[in-house]
């Protein structure tokens, strides 16, 4: 039997959110591909890829649109079968401007010629096919995953951590991943520490989600033959808990110091759902093309989880989900710690996507701003160890001599600090500016 | 569809407000106001509402005249003037409660920038300018249950009521005690809030309940006193029940602008203000040391601060290597 693994250390601070999961129990759904898709040519770090299409051109599902040269980049695939109808400039929510191809749907629902299930026998393999897949960081910074794969041999990497924890309230993709596929999910983490010859896999699940512990335990227990080298971590509900510094900290007791990378203590972190999603790519030869987006939040007349084509509209998607009951101040991608407001409901799903969330005024109402108090509640919450208050004071006067010394680089804006200010200050976004204070000055 | 609302993460929050916080201090000093008045006569009553006023009407005008927004509606003034009206004698008379007050709110607390700006707590500064000022009004004690016998003379007590010596006080002149429960349930001599210890620890069990302060500060403060005083041989009792200790350490040491941030630079606070009381208590001429005691550790919050700023994540790790 394979025993669940405790946590070893614990998070400092952090913010106690409400964890809202209305949707833990929605069976995903497929959405038919809508009328039109627009696929940015930016949806990782790193360099854009140039479209290698041209409007009036046809295309099928899966088929490579956009790629690029550059090693930190991953290539773009069609997500429908259409015509392409225009290549046009695209104002991004993080205000840089892309190319975006438009593709008209022709509900022939054509899969590209050549698709099928890959075959990985070594590292270099695994790689490529983790290019091929297209498939990036999907927790949210959309980090290629083949270059974070590309260990080197003398990596001293043991520990694959599988982020599974869902720290963030409202989104349940991830949940109903381990849930829908957890025969995937174990295979993905299989193969990869097979071919990165890593010893030990943990699958880190907070403790709010035992459907999902158990239907991961139920496939490890299934397969008698299989070595306990891969176990459940049951991690403790508390925001920011899957951040990935925190992941590692809790999981393996080991502590990745500022500026250095989980591999620098032997770790490497996969999102849930890229594992299971690049096992499918192995399986079928299908790349990223459709992503499960968990859709809530209090303007959303009937929240679920759906399997939508990227590129889709964020109201494309609500619209499948019933539409709005009620105005929405605010639409997010992501969730309402670290997601992104959205000015437009047609902005395209991205790769790195994982909900929708359309907020009420009295979800997310704005607090009056009014003087810090220092009751001490961003130092308390900072799982980082920094005091947000007084980076405050130091990024107001443009000390970045101060700010280096404080550490605000080690910020991961999880906005913990933010979420408990009394004084409603908008701590995150003074974060952002004293990174920008010290960045300017370093330039200097 | 309406304009959508754009802006940094994080999209919830908390739910707590300064003014929540505020009211919740309100709150947890409402038994400490009840015990006063039950104590010491409507005339406790009388001194809590004028120093409330004018610390409100104070916190207004001041306001205005520098042209910055009104700030009355957080309650933090509401606090101040409750805590400086209970580290009165309940005979004061009423105008130096009131200039008490206006020290409190405008000099120290809007001329230094309002609230969260102010280096030392408001009420204790008030406390001690009158205290300087008014050394033989602010030691004229009365009675508990003066009132009672007094009838029409409720309001202002009489030569009789008066003169009665504080514990500490007695103490120190070899004087006869009051019982200890009699200590505990305030019926002795003191300022109108110190007396009550069961009202003072209902506030502190509410504030902590309601996380509106951690317990480091307070426990590290008394824990101190009254170990340094036992170590002296006095009564552990005696001095956790006698004088402003726990007003100070449950009410004026834990507010919030005047102490550090971090909880290794709360423990050197509450360490520090415990420490300075002992040693008033032990060797001054002065019977009491709470106020001065918090009033020299609030000077030097800024460099506990500096002191005890934590390292971020994984810094020490890395130097470690």
């Known amino acids: ?444 | 569809m309406n304009k959508l609302l754009v802006t940094v993460s994080p999209h919830i929050k908390s739910g707590r407000t300064v003014r929540s916080l505020m009211l919740d201090v309100v709150i947890a000093l409402l038994p400490a106001c009840a015990a006063a008045v039950v104590i010491f006569g409507p005339r406790a009553l009388l001194v809590l509402l004028t120093c409330v006023v004018f610390s409100v009407l104070g916190e207004a005008a001041t306001r205005k005249i520098l042209k910055r927004p009104s700030s009355i509606g957080d309650f933090s003034a509401v606090i101040t003037g409750i805590l400086l009206a209970l580290n009165l004698p309940v005979a004061i008379p009423l105008w130096m409660a009131a200039l008490g007050s206006l020290v409190a709110i405008v000099i120290v607390k809007q001329l230094f920038g309002g609230i969260g700006q102010n280096f030392v707590n408001p009420a204790i500064a008030g406390r001690i300018v009158l205290m300087v000022s008014f050394p033989a009004a602010m030691t004229t004690w009365a009675k508990p249950f003066f009132y009672l016998a007094e009838g029409a003379n409720a309001l202002s007590p009489s030569v009789h009521a008066i003169s009665s010596a504080t514990p500490l006080a007695a103490l120190a002149e070899g004087a006869e005690l009051p019982q200890l429960l009699e200590m505990f349930l305030g019926i002795r001599s003191g300022s109108m809030g110190e007396t009550c210890a069961l009202a003072l620890l209902i506030g502190f069990v509410y504030l902590l309940i309601r996380k509106v302060i951690s317990p480091v500060i307070p426990l590290c403060f008394v824990g101190t006193t009254v170990l340094l005083t036992a170590l002296a041989g006095f009564s552990p009792f005696y001095e956790l029940l006698s004088g402003g200790l726990l007003l100070g350490a449950i009410f004026m040491a834990t507010d919030y602008t005047t102490s550090p941030l971090t909880t290794k630079g709360k423990v050197i606070f509450g360490v520090g203000c415990g420490f300075i009381t002992a040693v008033i208590r032990l060797f001054a001429s002065l019977p009491e040391g709470v106020s001065y005691s918090i009033l020299l550790m609030n000077i030097l919050v800024p460099h506990i601060e500096t002191l005890t700023t934590p390292r971020p994540f994984g810094e020490k790790e890395a130097r470690a290597k």
């Open chain 1, 1 to 444: 039997m394979n025993a669940i693994l405790k946590p070893v250390s614990k998070v400092r601070g952090g913010a106690a959110t409400p964890h809202f999961k209305h949707t833990a129990d929605k069976d995903s759904v497929r959405m038919p591909a809508p009328g039109l898709v627009v696929i940015p040519m930016q949806q990782h770090i790193g360099a854009p890829c140039r479209p290698v299409v041209k409007p009036g051109d046809l295309v099928t599902v899966g088929q490579v649109i956009g790629t690029s040269d550059a090693f930190v980049s991953a290539p773009i695939h069609s997500s429908i079968s259409g015509k392409v109808k225009a290549i046009r400039p695209l104002l991004m929510s993080s205000g840089a401007q892309c190319d975006a191809v438009h593709i008209e749907n022709d509900n022939q629902d054509t899969r590209c010629e050549g698709i099928a299930p890959v075959t990985v026998t070594s590292k270099a393999e695994l790689l490529e096919a983790c290019r091929n897949s297209g498939l990036v960081g999907i927790g949210g910074a959309g980090f290629p995953l083949h270059v974070k794969l590309n260990l080197k041999d003398d990596s001293g990497v043991d520990t694959l951590l599988i982020n599974a924890a869902e720290c963030e309230p409202y989104i349940t993709s991830d949940y109903r991943e381990c849930i829908e596929f957890p025969e995937r999910v174990v295979a993905g983490i299989a193969l990869v520490m097979e071919h990165l010859g890593i010893v030990r896999g943990l699958i880190c699940v907070e403790d709010n989600k035992p459907d999902g512990i158990a239907a991961l335990l139920r496939v490890l227990n299934a397969d008698p033959g299989r070595k306990q080298d891969i176990q459940v971590v049951k991690l403790p509900a508390k925001y920011p808990q899957g951040a990935e510094k925190m992941l590692i900290l809790t999981a393996t007791g080991r502590k990745v110091p500022p500026g250095a990378l989980p591999s620098d203590v032997g770790c490497l972190v996969m999102n849930v759902s890229s594992i299971s999603v690049l096992q499918h790519y192995i399986n079928t030869g299908m790349p990223l093309v459709r992503k499960r987006i968990t859709v809530d939040g209090g303007a959303i007349r009937s929240p679920g989880n759906v399997f939508v084509p990227l590129g889709s509209s964020i109201g494309d998607v609500i619209n499948f989900c019933g539409g709005f009951k009620s105005e929405p101040v605010k639409i997010l991608t992501g969730g309402p710690m670290m997601g992104t407001a959205q000015y437009d409901a047609a902005m395209p799903i991205l790769k790195q996507n994982n909900a929708i969330i359309a907020l009420t005024e009295s979800e997310t109402y704005e607090p009056e701003e009014s003087a810090c108090i220092r009751c001490g509640r961003c130092v308390a919450a900072c799982p980082m160890s920094l005091m947000p208050t007084l980076i405050e004071r130091y990024a107001r006067a443009g000390d970045a001599e101060r700010l280096v010394k404080v550490g605000v680089s080690s910020c991961m804006e999880c906005g913990s600090c933010a979420f408990s200010c009394p004084a409603g200050r908008p701590l995150v976004q003074y974060m952002k500016h004293a990174k920008l204070v010290q960045r300017k000055a370093g330039a200097k």
